[in-house]
């Protein structure tokens, strides 16, 4: 077993931040209502920028947005053009990533499998 980097930790401590993060947002943005959009969206919207708010100020995040918004931590980059949640969920997913081959094991994938001749 190979010895856990600094850096992996970084990513396995951001990781579980960004999904506890992510959750505190879902709860106070409360779930989608047609018959309250307006409401609703203010609720993501603010949630959304305390999100940006923190993870800059707390964990030296840098936020970008065009036409999709993304965002770089701890050297990882992911971007998404549903928004700062989208991007936040897929960063988590590729630390995810990064750690799963630090490990030795990529459920991922780790490219071409030797195919070894079977006997008849």
Do not use: C
């Not at 993060?21 to 307006?38: E, I, Q, R, T």
């Not at 992911?78 to 630390?95: D, K, M, P, V």
């Amino acid at each position: 077993m190979t010895p856990m980097t600094l850096w992996i930790e970084t990513l396995e401590r951001l990781a579980a931040l960004v999904e506890e993060k992510l959750l505190a947002a879902h709860l106070a943005a409360g779930d989608y209502s047609h018959a309250d959009y307006d409401g609703w969206r203010k609720r993501s919207s603010a949630a959304e920028a305390e999100l940006i708010t923190f993870f800059t100020d707390e964990e030296g995040a840098r936020f970008n947005s065009s036409a999709e918004r993304s965002v770089r931590m701890a050297g990882i980059r992911a971007s998404s053009t549903t928004g700062t949640i989208g991007a936040l969920q897929n960063w988590r997913t590729a630390a995810r990533k990064k750690i799963a081959a630090e490990d030795g094991f990529n459920p991922h994938g780790s490219g071409p499998v030797p195919i070894e001749r079977k006997e008849a």
